[in-house]
Nanobody, 124 residues
């Protein structure tokens, strides 16, 4: 099992940027994908981006495509989410996850390990 710790959330005005990071420890070799999900109050958890850690291939949900970028630093076992042109609709708790497989669109059930989440709030 891997332990995941997110950081980097905060409050920002619309149009601004934030960078989230997710550091992994433990059995980090036990999975192939790292992903970012988000969940706003009263809404379902949404998979927004993932990366195949052994090849760097990425996937984005339409809601964030062109604005968010997922990347990795394998030496640090860390995945990043660079968020640009943020909108109030991006306000949510953001979670990173790790799993063996991935689906299109992303499904939270594919990921067995999760971080505690970090809050992102975008004001208009």
């Amino acid at each position: 099992q891997a332990q995941l710790v997110e950081c980097g959330g905060g409050s920002v005005q619309a149009g601004g940027s934030l960078r989230l990071s997710c550091a992994a420890s433990g059995f980090t070799s036990s999975y192939n994908y790292r992903a970012w999900f988000r969940q706003a109050p009263g809404k379902e958890r949404e998979g927004i981006a993932d990366i195949y850690i052994r090849g760097g291939y990425t996937y984005y949900a339409d809601s964030v495509k062109g604005r968010f970028t997922i990347s990795q630093d394998n030496a640090k076992n860390t995945v990043y989410l660079d968020m640009n042109s943020l909108e109030p609709e991006d306000s949510a708790m953001y979670y990173c996850a790790a799993g063996l497989r991935s689906s299109r669109p992303l499904r939270w059930g594919d990921y067995g390990d999760w971080g505690q989440g970090t809050q992102v709030t975008v004001s208009s």
